[in-house]
């Protein structure tokens, strides 16, 4: 309890500490007007009250992923607890916070066009690729997903092809029309929802008075039965993302870029959306670890179960919070990744409005854009993913990396504070060059070997880093001004 009781106290402090020490250095400016008044076309452009805002970026990055990643990764031991405090804190709500505090400065422009203007063309185009490709993607697996598990829970009362058809108008709807009608309206409620059942589950993991395992020396190490297969380095990093840090994040902050009524509420959105998500990341793993006795309890149960998440959860809300926690269960496990589905859906339709320069004021473009992605979508649901989606976290994780080396290019220009994001670029940089060299979906080479050549491509990154674009006498060209 005493690690647990830390972690979490840790996270509050990081928000008001380190939260404010981001701020101060992007320079927060509140009477600059925001994109929510300067572009608003009541469709994307939409001034929102800053709590709606924060419950809906909530539910936008986090979706399923503190919940299953935080359990899938405490498999690995109280180790798990260092990296979603830290991670949050020094990784992924900076990486949030900053990224879209640069949208928001930028007309809420999306991550892809962020990279071109701070980076370069070429970046441009492989952010437009990269991340068009994973809206999709996410998009169609979270079709796909709910529906079986709709089709399961339901006994096959509800026919999987209806839950798919069902599913997909929704999506529709979420994706066309103006972002205040759906999204607005009932992202809060699942927000508030999906925050009730962590806070129920953290009761529920004090009051029961069940044994979290503690972080000490002997338990700081893989606590994996196949860790040899499986090392913590860098297996965790991956597999805990949304609860630590997450590129997925950076393709949604720009949606709540554009309905921000004043630049002093970024922290809040921006920043304490994540430090919450890794709240909610650290009551899970805990309630995993402790739930099934330690972390090799829950990898046992974990492995008897095919590896399903869904099945661990389920089982700690109806043996904690009874049949209420069972719906609460239902909620989170199909309502959070059709919530994350649609905003893909509509990040991308964002993405390809911006890099085509077509105004989303009319429904015909909308729909024009729309249509082609939903056909794409479709298609993918046609195809298995078992393989594919393997690849998904690190894409994930790479998206990331390559987002906060763009914030790390933006400091280092306007003469700010970069080695806030340029260290964590560093780590995560090691982290996915690592993952696909030893990873048996990757090259699965020996794990020293994968080790010494991650570190000497991050050392080459560095130095590239340092040649191109750190300039104390300032001569490298101006940036463009904001």
């Known amino acids: 309890m005493i690690t647990f009781t830390l972690a979490f106290c840790l996270l509050i402090g990081g928000y008001f500490i380190y939260g404010l020490a981001m701020e101060r250095i992007f320079g927060v400016n509140p009477s600059n007007r925001t994109p929510a008044y300067t572009l608003a076309d009541g469709v994307d452009y939409v001034p929102m009250n800053w709590w709606r805002i924060f419950l809906i970026q909530f539910l936008n990055i986090a979706g399923l992923g503190p919940i299953f990643g935080a359990v899938m990764g405490a498999v690995y031991g109280p180790s798990a607890f260092l990296w979603i405090v830290f991670g949050s804190i020094f990784g992924g709500a900076v990486h949030d916070y900053l990224s879209g505090m640069m949208s928001l400065r930028n007309k809420g422009m999306s991550l892809p066009e962020l990279g071109g203007k701070y980076v370069g063309n070429l970046f441009r185009l492989f952010m437009r690729i990269f991340t068009l490709v994973l809206m999709i993607l996410v998009g169609a697996v979270f079709i796909a997903g709910p529906a079986k598990l709709l089709n399961m829970m339901t006994n096959n009362t509800l026919d999987y092809t209806l839950c798919i058809v069902m599913?997909?108008?929704?999506?529709?709807?979420?994706?066309?029309?103006?972002?205040?009608?759906?999204?607005?309206?009932?992202?809060?409620?699942?927000?508030?929802?999906?925050?009730?059942?962590?806070?129920?589950?953290?009761?529920?993991?004090?009051?029961?008075?069940?044994?979290?395992?503690?972080?000490?020396?002997?338990?700081?190490?893989?606590?994996?039965?196949?860790?040899?297969?499986?090392?913590?380095?860098?297996?965790?990093?991956?597999?805990?993302?949304?609860?630590?840090?997450?590129?997925?994040?950076?393709?949604?902050?720009?949606?709540?870029?554009?309905?921000?009524?004043?630049?002093?509420?970024?922290?809040?959105?921006?920043?304490?959306?994540?430090?919450?998500?890794?709240?909610?990341?650290?009551?899970?793993?805990?309630?995993?670890?402790?739930?099934?006795?330690?972390?090799?309890?829950?990898?046992?149960?974990?492995?008897?179960?095919?590896?399903?998440?869904?099945?661990?959860?389920?089982?700690?809300?109806?043996?904690?919070?009874?049949?209420?926690?069972?719906?609460?269960?239902?909620?989170?496990?199909?309502?959070?990744?059709?919530?994350?589905?649609?905003?893909?859906?509509?990040?991308?339709?964002?993405?390809?409005?911006?890099?085509?320069?077509?105004?989303?004021?009319?429904?015909?473009?909308?729909?024009?854009?729309?249509?082609?992605?939903?056909?794409?979508?479709?298609?993918?649901?046609?195809?298995?993913?078992?393989?594919?989606?393997?690849?998904?976290?690190?894409?994930?994780?790479?998206?990331?990396?390559?987002?906060?080396?763009?914030?790390?290019?933006?400091?280092?220009?306007?003469?700010?504070?970069?080695?806030?994001?340029?260290?964590?670029?560093l780590f995560m940089s090691m982290v996915v060059i690592d993952y696909i060299l030893i990873a048996p979906e990757g090259f699965a080479i020996h794990y020293s070997k994968g080790l010494w050549i991650a570190a000497f491509i991050t050392f080459l990154l560095l130095l590239w880093f340092i040649a191109r674009y750190f300039n104390p006498l300032g001569s490298k060209k101006n940036i463009n001004k904001e």
């Not at 970024?266 to 650290?282: K, N, P, Q, S, W």
């Not at 089982?315 to 049949?323: E, Q, T, V, Y």
Request: proline share 4%; glycine share 8%; hydrophobic share 55%.
């Open 167 to 425: 599913i997909f108008i929704y999506y529709v709807l979420a994706t066309l029309l103006p972002v205040d009608k759906v999204i607005g309206r009932i992202y809060p409620f699942f927000g508030a929802a999906l925050l009730f059942m962590a806070a129920g589950i953290g009761i529920s993991l004090i009051t029961a008075g069940e044994n979290i395992p503690e972080l000490t020396l002997e338990t700081l190490g893989n606590q994996r039965p196949d860790g040899d297969r499986y090392p913590l380095f860098p297996m965790l990093f991956i597999s805990i993302a949304c609860g630590a840090i997450s590129g997925f994040h950076a393709t949604q902050s720009p949606m709540m870029a554009r309905c921000l009524t004043s630049e002093r509420y970024g922290r809040r959105v921006f920043y304490g959306a994540m430090i919450v998500e890794g709240a909610v990341a650290l009551i899970w793993a805990a309630a995993a670890m402790s739930f099934f006795g330690s972390a090799e309890g829950l990898f046992g149960f974990l492995d008897a179960n095919g590896q399903n998440a869904a099945v661990a959860v389920r089982k700690i809300c109806d043996s904690w919070l009874g049949k209420f926690g069972g719906i609460l269960a239902i909620i989170g496990v199909i309502v959070a990744p059709i919530t994350s589905g649609d905003t893909a859906f509509r990040s991308a339709r964002l993405i390809v409005a911006d890099f085509l320069g077509i105004s989303q004021k009319k429904l015909a473009n909308r729909i024009m854009i729309s249509v082609p992605l939903f056909v794409i979508g479709f298609i993918l649901l046609q195809i298995n993913f078992d393989i594919i989606w393997r690849y998904f976290a690190w894409a994930n994780q790479t998206l990331a990396t390559a987002t906060l080396w763009m914030i790390s290019i933006y400091l280092v220009r306007h003469k700010k504070f970069f080695a806030a994001t340029l260290i964590p670029a």
